[in-house]
């Protein structure tokens, strides 16, 4: 069983910063695929950021150049690094985590069964 915990949102203008941090437990987050969700008011959960146990990630198109994925292994620790944060970034951030194979570029949450309780993002313009 992997928990998740989420932290780091938070509300900012548009074109600042956040950092989100996710801790896990029960599974060491260099053996499973972590990615970033998130889901705004009224809309389905779509995929931010994807990292896989052996460090390839990819993202969604509307976050590319803008968001980064990482994890620390010390820390049991996935990031997302978001700059330049427009207001169409503003919804419920989750972490996840899979212990299924994933295709490079799989972005959808069905393949990914952890789950954490989410973190709320703000973006004002």
């Known amino acids: 069983q992997v928990q998740l915990v989420e932290s780091g949102g938070g509300s900012v203008q548009a074109g600042g910063s956040l950092r989100l941090s996710c801790v896990a437990s029960?599974?060491?987050?260099?053996?499973?695929?972590m990615g970033w969700f998130r889901q705004a008011p009224g809309k389905g959960r779509d995929g931010v950021a994807v990292?896989?146990?052996?460090?390839?990630?990819y993202y969604a198109d509307s976050v590319k150049g803008r968001f980064t994925i990482s994890r620390d292994n010390a820390k049991n620790t996935l990031y997302l690094q978001m700059n330049r944060l427009e207001p169409d970034d503003t919804a419920m951030y989750y972490c996840?985590?899979?212990?299924?194979?994933?295709?490079?570029?799989?972005?959808?949450?069905?393949?990914?069964?952890?789950w954490g309780q989410g973190t709320q993002v703000t973006v004002s313009s």
């Open positions: 990292i896989h146990a052996n460090r390839i990630s």
């Open positions: 029960g599974y060491l987050v260099s053996t499973i695929h």
């Open positions: 996840a985590a899979s212990r299924r194979a994933l295709s490079v570029g799989f972005l959808s949450a069905d393949g990914f069964e952890y």
